[in-house]
């Protein structure tokens, strides 16, 4: 059993600004992206220059923050949000859905693709070798919050969150972060060093993701508003990541199987 540890959830301020480490997780993750797609233009990506990676983060950033705040308050407490509005803009206060961020962060991509010429998995296949990384941050921004933690376990690695009271739990967001972060960039990462048909990547990023959330979601305490949908261990998480395994599937056959 381990207390997790209590951080303070202000980083630094700056007369009456506070920088929030929630929202610092969030520009580290869009800063890694920038770097490593940077890194990869021209060298692993060819068609891709350095500059345009700019440009695309600035895009990326925008539609996940966006569709990841509106995702939160449609899909897991619209009701608490309508009774008080004000509450939308406290994104530092956590509650972030990633699949309304996806949903986003696709609309951007598909006006990036737009602005550039180019075709939509040309430019989701490129950002998906660089979204786990933004994940992986995130995810440790909920550890810091102490929130979206586990259920209850007896397990040696149980910890006690402060915000979850006495019991022991998983700590699902760093599951989340070395599932969805780390080992779904290093799945992506090592298919990516060999060329594939449009829209393989995309359609890998799609299903490994959903895999992943539906495998933590039975460590994941539900939220308590909604808690579980059926069977007593079927949850909101998992039923938005069906769809996401059920496509991925397809877009990879899709990829092997289009005609030329």
């Given amino acids: 059993m381990i207390n997790a540890p209590a951080i303070d959830p202000v980083a630094f301020g700056i007369g009456p600004l506070k920088v929030h480490w929630y929202g610092l997780m969030y520009l580290f993750g869009f800063a890694g992206a920038w770097l490593v797609g940077g890194y990869r233009a021209g060298r692993q990506e060819a068609g891709w220059e350095k500059q345009e990676i700019s440009d695309l983060v600035f895009y990326f950033a925008i539609g996940a923050i966006l569709g ?54 040309a430019v989701t296949d490129f950002a998906a070798v660089l979204t786990p990384i933004g994940l992986f941050f995130g995810r440790i921004g909920n550890f810091i919050n102490q929130e979206l933690w586990g259920r209850v376990t ?17 700590p699902s967001q760093l599951y989340e972060a070395t599932l969805e972060g780390v ?49 007593n261990w079927f949850t909101m998480g998992q039923l938005l990541s069906l769809p996401m395994i059920l496509f991925g599937i397809w877009l990879i056959w899709r990829s092997y199987n289009k005609p030329a």
């Fill in 154 to 170: 007896d397990g040696p690695w149980g910890m006690i969150f402060k915000t979850g009271g006495p019991l022991p739990r998983h």
């Fill in 68 to 121: 990841g705040r509106i995702g939160y308050i449609l899909f897991y407490n619209l009701g608490h949000y309508l009774s008080n509005p004000i509450e939308i803009f406290y994104i530092w206060a956590g509650g972030m859905s990633f699949h309304g961020g996806l949903l986003g962060a696709i609309s951007a991509m598909w006006l990036y693709g737009r602005h550039t010429q180019r075709t939509f998995f």
């Fill in 183 to 231: 080992a779904l960039f290093v799945i992506l990462w090592v298919f990516s060093n060999k060329a594939r048909p449009i829209g393989f990547r995309s359609g890998l990023f799609l299903c490994g993701y959903g895999v992943f959330r539906f495998l933590v979601e039975f460590a994941r305490q539900p939220d308590v508003h909604i808690g579980y949908l059926a069977f």
